[in-house]
């Protein structure tokens, strides 16, 4: 089966620091550009980082950059996203996704992080 | 930085009835890069429609996209009960390019 599953999830507090993964099956991981969307409680979509096939390009969202890192594995199929500094406003469930002719196609089922005292 | 705008808001219909999702872009869609997607209650995201017009796989044709430039439709042809949801428009572009999703329209009954 062609899917993601995200991990690392948790309730941590203001400052504190965390580590998202996703494992790929089904499907060439290396093969596409893989991306962090987050939707807070009652909120829309925003996405949050992108990485490109091999690693070599990363690019993200002005209200993460500097805090968060995303990166992979190939050889695991796994996708990372390590959360720095952690402020309320980024409470959310995260997902994974990879992406194909500039649309997210393939999704996880989520993972929530609440970020609060 | 692009914005994108979706109208209406709230969409309330009936089953049966046509559904008419407005995506308007503050820079013009390059390379046909405009998706639709639809979510439900507690559930991830899922592709309905990529390059402007292109339906995902296993995408009922009850769904079509059209526009170009700045604005874009996603049409509902006749309401099924499933179909109620939330539903976003995203686009990938800009520079640096950045992918970006609409605020979303709720068709509810």
């Known amino acids: 089966e062609v899917q993601l599953v995200e991990s690392g999830g948790g309730l941590l507090q203001p400052g504190g620091s965390l580590r998202l993964s996703c494992v790929g099956s089904?499907?060439?991981?290396?093969?596409?550009?893989t991306h962090w969307v987050r939707q807070a409680p009652g909120k829309g979509l925003v996405w949050v980082s992108r990485i490109d096939n091999d690693g070599s390009s990363t690019t993200y969202a002005d209200s993460v950059k500097g805090r968060f890192t995303i990166s992979r594995d190939n050889a695991k199929s796994t996708l990372y996203l390590q959360m720095n500094s952690l402020r309320a406003e980024d409470t959310a469930v995260y997902y994974c996704?990879?992406?194909?002719?500039?649309?997210?196609?393939?999704w996880g089922q989520g993972t929530v992080v609440t970020v609060s005292s | 930085e692009i914005v994108l705008t979706q109208s209406p808001g709230t969409l309330s219909l009936s089953l049966g009835e046509r559904a008419t999702l407005s995506c308007r872009t503050s820079q013009s869609v390059t390379n046909n890069f405009l998706a639709w997607y639809q979510q439900k209650p507690d559930q991830a995201p899922r592709l309905l429609i990529y390059?402007?017009?292109r339906r995902a796989t296993g995408i009922s044709d009850r769904f079509s996209g059209s526009g170009s430039g700045t604005d874009f439709t996603l049409t509902i042809s006749s309401l099924e009960p499933e179909d109620f949801a939330v539903y976003y428009c995203q686009q990938y572009g800009g520079s640096p390019s950045r992918f970006i999703f609409g605020p979303g329209t709720k068709v509810d009954v």
């Open positions: 089904g499907f060439t991981f290396s093969g596409y550009w």
């Open positions: 996704a990879r992406s194909w002719e500039g649309a997210f196609d393939l």
């Open positions: 390059a402007i017009s």
